[in-house]
């Protein structure tokens, strides 16, 4: 069982927090609290940091660290979230292995043990202190939910301390089988099928895909599987590297990544391009697989991608993301996107009606335009309302 590691309360760019007292175990939380969230927003700019208090888990000290107008320009529209080893813990030349899960204190499915022994470990020493998400939630989306009440929102990081890494067969309670399915897939040991997508080739375990996916054991097993066993199984309409995603989620149950969040040189002005030309393929490789999660009955993986879709609406994809909202019938998505654009000035709502994807929901599911005008309607009403009563 996770134990408690204390709170940390931002007030602006004050911190108070309660003592450094370690966990009983591997595993912890600690929550954050950030107080007067609009007077974080004036008090700390784009690329500053405020961080919690120091707190223990597993023997080693650590800290989160809270940047509300992004991390670096490409992310001024996000809230930037970092888990940090603290430069003074004992032993920081080593590497300690950990597993980290942010969460908003409501989220409770994300902070189960299975969730978080699920995700993929990260190296801490003190060549690579801290690890995070640059865009761990858009502001806009944050101030429009229910998570921000009365200018306040916690946080919750979860954290499992898995081994250090120079004590590799130490023994433990974290699990690495999906370090060994993983080894299976990179190594090709015992492959049975061959997959063809997009030119490229993947080698595969017939067992393990149809242990995963109910689509896989009826391709693979069921009474249409006779010409599967000879030749390599084409797979159309899908780019190679979102058929290499969904292999690597059905082998290790962990979200595949991306290198998103590269390195790149020149001045700001180049940087922010090219952060936001790296958004739009990020994006469209996340609606690609959520498309292939729901095409192979994959729920965790399709509801991830969701999550991820919700968290990164913007002008540019609102329409496209949508349109798939509607047509794999995720309810919780669709509403995000009605509620992004209901929010936007005319010059933003212009320019996501005048996208090519705007155009095919009116032509496909006029039914969308329907609903944002009775939300168009029903926010002019409570405005109305609440400018009655002022």
């Known amino acids: ?16 927090t309660t003592p450094a007292v370690d966990t009983c175990g591997d595993s912890g939380y600690h929550l954050l609290v950030v107080n007067d969230y609009s007077r974080t927003l004036r008090e700390i700019p784009n690329g500053k940091v405020n961080s919690s208090g120091d707190f223990m888990v597993g023997g080693h000290k650590w800290c989160i660290c809270y940047c509300p ?3 670096d320009p490409s992310c001024a529209d996000f809230i930037s979230l970092f888990f940090a080893r603290c430069c003074d813990d004992d032993g920081i030349e080593e590497p300690v292995e950990a597993k980290v899960e942010f969460s908003f ?4 499915e994300h902070q189960k043990q299975m969730h978080i022994r699920a995700s993929k470990s990260y190296s801490f020493s003190s060549k690579s202190p801290s690890w995070g998400f640059p865009r761990f939630v858009r502001r806009d989306i944050l101030e429009r939910s229910g998570n921000l009440k009365g200018d306040c929102f916690t946080i919750r990081c979860d954290i499992m301390v898995c081994k250090d890494l120079n004590t590799k067969y130490a023994g433990g309670t974290v699990s690495d089988i999906h370090q060994h399915f993983d080894y299976l897939l990179q190594n090709k040991v015992g492959t049975d099928v061959t997959f063809e997508v997009s030119g490229e080739t993947f ?8 242990a995963r996916s109910t689509v896989f054991m009826a391709q693979l097993f069921g009474p249409m599987s006779e010409g599967t066993t000879s030749s390599a199984i084409q797979i159309k309409d899908m780019r190679a590297k979102v058929f290499a995603a969904l292999l690597r989620f059905i082998y290790t149950d962990s979200f595949p990544e991306i ?5 790149l040189e020149g001045d ?7 952060r936001q030309e790296e958004e739009v393929d990020y994006v469209m490789w996340v609606q690609d697989l959520f498309v292939a999660a729901d095409r192979y009955d994959l729920q965790r993986l399709k509801l991830l991608c969701e999550e991820l879709l919700s968290e990164h609406i913007g002008v540019s994809s609102v329409a496209s993301t949508l349109a798939l909202a509607e047509q794999h019938y995720c309810c919780g998505l669709k509403n995000a996107c009605l509620k992004f654009i209901q929010v936007q000035s005319p010059m933003c709502v212009e320019k996501i009606m005048a996208t090519d994807d705007w155009e095919h929901i009116t032509m496909t599911y006029p039914s969308i335009l329907n609903e944002l005008i009775s939300k168009l309607v029903s926010n002019q ?8 009563r002022m």
Not at 203 to 210: D, I, M, N, P
Not at 259 to 263: G, P, V
Request: proline share 0%.
């Open 259 to 263: 290198d998103k969040n590269n390195y």
């Open 203 to 210: 080698a595969a375990h017939r067992c393990v895909l149809a």
């Open 1 to 16: 069982m996770s134990s408690f590691a204390g709170v940390s309360m931002l007030i602006g760019d004050e911190v108070h």
């Open 69 to 71: 107008n992004g991390a």
């Open 105 to 108: 204190v409501d989220q409770v």
């Open 381 to 388: 009403k409570d405005k109305k309302r609440n400018h009655e």
């Open 268 to 274: 700001k002005a180049e940087v922010v391009e090219q």
